[in-house]
């Protein structure tokens, strides 16, 4: 499986401020993803970050709010914008382990507080 | 009806017992499933594949039931280390996506 490096592993933000979160693989990988997982919940999947072309965002996420950069096949950036006591979750990176993009894997972690 | 559901838990264990949970799904199209093992403060990892046959992995035992729509995780000889929560994750054909079930906890006691 691919090695994933996010970060910051975790930081306490102030509301209406916006925070990068970096993820870096140390291969080439096709598929990029972003999760969000709030206190208590399962995993929601954010985008999927697609390199040299627009981010695709699932329902109820948008671009202003979660903007994100896919610059080549191993990194990617998530913005969290304007940021507000609801945005306190982790974010997730992961990265498919097959070709079919059937089996992820997941970075460590960004855990954010909003204050 | 939830895409993926799970019984929460906790699953109170004690060591060396068998415990077995379920998830069911709801599209019958779905092809992958998948069971994740997240640890308190920790990513998800991948615990093993689930095959339409049945697979095994050590102790850890996976079954798909495709008429019902269930797939089930088996552990044995529960160890200490075992306590975390299972996450079932199943693939949704359409989109090539995969969702999340909330997720079971297991709480593995001496």
């Known amino acids: 499986s691919a090695v994933i490096s996010q970060k910051p592993s975790r930081d306490i933000c102030q509301r209406g401020t916006s925070l990068t979160i970096q993820c870096q693989v140390d291969s080439q990988v096709t598929m990029m993803f972003w999760y969000r997982q709030q206190p208590g919940q399962s995993l929601t999947l954010i985008a999927t970050?697609?390199?040299?072309?627009?981010?695709?965002?699932e329902s109820g996420f948008v671009i202003d709010k979660f903007p994100i950069s896919r610059p080549n096949l191993t990194f990617s950036t998530l913005t969290v914008s304007n940021m507000s006591p609801e945005d306190s979750s982790i974010y997730l990176c992961?990265?498919?382990?097959?070709?079919?993009?059937?089996?992820?894997?997941f970075g460590e972690g960004s855990w954010l507080t909003v204050v | 009806r939830k895409e993926v559901e799970q019984d929460p838990g906790p699953f109170n264990v004690p060591e060396g017992a068998t415990v077995a949970f379920n998830c069911t799904y709801s599209n019958s199209a779905s092809q992958s499933f998948f069971w994740y093992r997240q640890d308190c403060r920790k990513e998800p990892k991948l615990l093993m594949s689930v095959y339409s046959s049945g697979n095994e992995d050590g102790r850890f035992t996976a079954q798909l039931n495709r008429a019902s729509q269930y797939i089930s995780l088996l552990i044995r000889d529960s160890k200490l280390s075992d306590s975390a929560t299972y996450l079932c994750v199943v693939n949704n054909p359409a989109g090539n996506k995969l969702t999340f079930g909330g997720g079971t906890r297991v709480l593995v006691k001496p």
């Open positions: 992961s990265v498919d382990g097959t070709r079919t993009g059937n089996t992820i894997y």
């Open positions: 970050a697609n390199q040299g072309s627009e981010a695709t965002y």
